[in-house]
């Protein structure tokens, strides 16, 4: 069965890295817009392939949830002996359950859809909720860029540098990049406001006097790198600090956060991936970490049908 690389429009710089990766050349869909904001993508050359669809669902959001919809039944209608999907980034994951009555569960109407429109695997690359694959109706493969992340965030970290999770929530992730590391775990505990404000109320652990690597699974907003990096501070931390996130978001005023003198005198690195488009000039102290190597390991081993465990998140 031939392998096919196809390109959506989300991040098409990652998945002509991860083709190269694998000695392919990808598929580059035709993609017309209309007027009315209707799109219309056209797939070929997928018949009787095994065909891996790399679409990141990241801002704007909708948009790439829908056109990822599209490539997938244009594939499935194209002949694609199989087809996965290769949302490095998932849109909706932080949508995992209700909250309150009358809300939607946003992942679990995303994941429903990419299985109607022919989508049989999923590989997803740190998600923002474990539940992924508890609610999603096909196989799903959960990779880490954590590694990658730990040896770039660590060098020229002190030895006397504490890794901290900015929110209950970054605790387990924290733990991985401090076993990797050999640093000891502090924790902020963090109540969020709105979509954009958050207040850190307590640090957990001994971080006075220490530097501090404050790691999480995506940065959005940056408000709670912000907090925590204040936080820090507060509690006699040593800056400047250092922070690692496998995605970078940077939604709304983000970058006009992290730009700010006071917290950019704070930050002596910024480590993400390119789960989704970066730009490396948009901060002085932004590193971008590849993940194509990564996900062309994956897609290689499924391909050929070998053993994927020392690849998944929970090896």
Same mark, same amino acid.
Not at 69 to 82: K, M, N, S
């Given at each position: 069965?031939?392998?096919?690389?196809?390109?959506?429009?989300?991040?098409?710089?990652?998945?002509?890295?991860?083709?190269?990766?694998?000695?392919?050349?990808?598929?580059?869909?035709?993609?017309?817009?209309?007027?009315?904001?209707?799109?219309?993508?056209?797939v070929?050359?997928?018949?009787?392939?095994?065909?891996?669809?790399?679409?990141?669902?990241?801002?704007?959001?909708?948009?790439?949830?829908?056109e990822a919809?599209?490539?997938?039944?244009?594939?499935?209608?194209?002949?694609?002996?199989?087809l996965?999907?290769?949302?490095?980034?998932?849109?909706?994951?932080?949508?995992?359950?209700?909250?309150?009555?009358?809300?939607?569960?946003?992942?679990?109407?995303?994941?429903?859809?990419?299985?109607?429109?022919?989508?049989?695997?999923?590989?997803?690359?740190?998600?923002?909720?474990?539940?992924?694959?508890?609610?999603?109706?096909?196989? *799903?493969?959960t990779?880490t +860029?954590?590694?990658? &992340?730990? $040896? %770039?965030?660590? #060098?020229? !970290?002190?030895?006397?540098? =504490? @890794?901290?999770?900015p929110?209950?929530?970054?605790?387990?992730?924290?733990?991985?990049?401090?076993?990797?590391?050999?640093?000891?775990?502090?924790?902020?505990?963090?109540?969020?406001?709105?979509?954009?404000?958050?207040?850190?109320?307590q640090?957990?652990g001994?971080?006075?006097g220490?530097?501090?690597?404050?790691?999480d699974?995506?940065?959005?907003?940056?408000?709670?790198?912000?907090a925590?990096?204040?936080a820090?501070?507060?509690?006699?931390?040593?800056?400047?600090?250092?922070?690692?996130?496998?995605?970078? *978001?940077?939604?709304?005023? +983000?970058?006009?956060? &992290?730009? $700010? %003198?006071?917290? #950019?005198? !704070?930050?002596?690195?910024? =480590? @993400?991936?390119?789960?989704?488009?970066?730009?490396?000039?948009?901060?002085?102290?932004?590193?971008?970490?590849?993940?194509?190597?990564?996900?062309?390991?994956?897609?290689?081993?499924?391909?050929?049908?070998?053993?994927?465990?020392?690849?998944?998140?929970?090896?």
């Open positions: 069965m031939t392998l096919r690389i196809v390109a959506g429009t989300a991040n098409r710089p990652l998945a002509a890295a991860v083709a190269a990766a694998l000695d392919q050349e990808p598929s580059v869909p035709a993609v017309e817009r209309f007027p009315d904001g209707e799109s219309r993508p056209v070929t050359g997928v018949r009787g392939a095994d065909v891996y669809l790399v679409q990141p669902t990241g801002p704007p959001v909708d948009e790439h949830v829908m919809l599209l490539l997938a039944d244009a594939c499935r209608r194209g002949g694609a002996a199989r996965t999907a290769v949302v490095s980034y998932v849109g909706y994951a932080r949508q995992d359950r209700r909250r309150r009555e009358g809300e939607a569960i946003g992942l679990r109407v995303v994941v429903a859809a990419l299985a109607s429109a022919g989508v049989e695997r999923l590989i997803a690359v740190d998600p923002h909720t474990a539940a992924l694959e508890a609610v999603c109706p096909m196989p *799903v493969e990779l +860029a954590v590694p990658a &992340l730990a $040896r %770039a965030a660590g #060098r020229g !970290l002190p030895e006397e540098a =504490v @890794v901290v999770a929110d209950l929530g970054a605790v387990k992730l924290a733990r991985h990049y401090a076993r990797l590391l050999a640093r000891p775990v502090a924790l902020v505990r963090k109540t969020r406001l709105t979509g954009a404000d958050v207040r850190a109320e640090v957990f001994d971080v006075t220490r530097p501090a690597l404050v790691v699974d995506m940065i959005s907003t940056g408000a709670t790198i912000e925590a990096v204040e820090l501070l507060a509690q006699g931390a040593a800056p400047p600090f250092a922070v690692a996130a496998t995605h970078g *978001v940077f939604a709304g005023d +983000a970058w006009e956060r &992290l730009r $700010r %003198a006071e917290i #950019r005198s !704070l930050i002596r690195g910024l =480590v @993400v991936t390119d789960t989704l488009p970066q730009d490396e000039a948009a901060l002085p102290s932004l590193e971008v970490c590849p993940v194509a190597p990564l996900l062309a390991e994956a897609i290689g081993r499924l391909h050929r049908d070998e053993d994927m465990d020392d690849l998944l998140s929970g090896a």
